[in-house]
């Protein structure tokens, strides 16, 4: 038999209860979205295209929502550092990626990764396209891309190039260049592309094949020269610059890339769609669109379900390119 006291404990307890589910489904629907921090991951180092681009959104959405955006870099293992924190952080929305291909498409296809592109993560939007482009150090007795295939041939191994890390899109953009110009220019990976830029400038290293938004402020300056764009055609993020297919004479040599926005897998539908109508809305803000055209991104601002199935086509082109190039990492 319950007393007098226990009984009120539990009545007041049964009363409680209603308020805290309440408070649980609030937390964890878009109604109660966002009530804490959010942590934006950006598995590169402070520097780098993917840096550049969550500060970005990371502030609008701070000015947005009124909850603090927080960007955490965890660089190293190419990226897939960020990639697992993600993929093993609570399902609420409140952890954040911000990948590029070569964290979710190519290194699935290059090594045994602790994560399942498409199971472990919830698509929220491709956010932006970017152009890469091939710089060298000016000491470099270089100016075309016909011209370094010519250097690098006459030196085997002794030209390097810096990534942001093993098994990066860069690294394997330019391992592709290698086999498409029959040359061995030698990787050194870095925790990022901010400190490879940093000894590319210095002369530590002579070449690198990077996003545009990274390098095109230092070829500007003269610190550093454009070789060439990855792209089909020339590229309106990079004028007046020719294609590395056409200076090099490499028919249809081209990289893809991009950068998107996931969450851990069995995120609320309803959490996935807030964050994806406020990404397409700041995205095509013109004064965030000006910013983003003018360091070298394309606004993308997709929906998750074409992220999702585009996400799948991309695993499917690199595993083929990794095949048939026999690219392996370091």
């Not at 990626?97 to 939007?125: E, Y």
């Not at 150090?137 to 250097?151: M, R």
């Not at 990787?187 to 990022?192: R, S």
């Not at 002579?206 to 095109?216: E, K, S």
């Amino acid at each position: 038999m319950l007393n007098d006291i226990q009984l009120r404990v539990a009545a007041l307890i049964a009363a409680a209860m209603p308020a805290i589910a309440t408070d649980a489904q609030a937390q964890n629907s878009a109604a109660g979205y966002p009530n804490k921090q959010i942590r934006l991951i950006v598995p590169f180092a402070a520097g780098g295209p993917n840096d550049f681009l969550a500060r970005i959104l990371g502030q609008r959405l701070t000015e947005r929502w009124g909850q603090p955006v927080v960007i955490d870099n965890r660089p190293g293992a190419g990226g897939n550092i960020g990639a697992e924190l993600t993929a093993k952080s609570a399902p609420d929305g409140y952890t954040l990626l911000l990948p590029t291909q070569g964290i979710l498409a190519v290194n699935p296809a290059l090594a045994k990764v602790r994560f399942d592109t498409l199971k472990d993560f919830a698509p929220i939007a491709l956010v932006a396209n970017l152009t890469s482009v091939l710089v060298a150090h000016p000491s470099l007795q270089a100016k075309t891309v016909k011209e370094l295939i010519a250097l690098a041939r006459a030196k085997p191994g002794e030209l390097t190039y810096g990534t942001p890390g093993n098994g990066s899109a860069s690294h394997l953009a330019m391992e592709m260049f290698n086999r498409a110009a029959h040359v061995n220019i030698r990787h050194i990976p870095y925790k990022g592309a901010a400190p490879a830029v940093v000894d590319l400038i210095g002369g530590t290293i002579q070449v690198m094949l990077i996003g545009v938004p990274v390098v095109m402020p230092h070829v500007t300056s003269g610190r550093l020269v454009a070789l060439g764009v990855a792209t089909a055609g020339p590229s309106p993020m990079a004028p007046g610059l020719i294609t590395i297919a056409e200076s090099g004479g490499l028919p249809g040599f081209e990289i893809r890339n991009w950068l998107g926005l996931v969450t851990a897998a069995g995120t609320p539908r309803d959490i996935i769609e807030k964050l994806n109508t406020a990404i397409v809305e700041i995205l095509r803000a013109p004064d965030v669109k000006e910013q983003l055209l003018k360091n070298g991104f394309e606004p993308a601002a997709s929906t998750p379900e074409y992220f999702a199935t585009y996400l799948e086509s991309e695993l499917k082109y690199w595993a083929k390119v990794v095949k048939d190039a026999g690219i392996t990492i370091d």
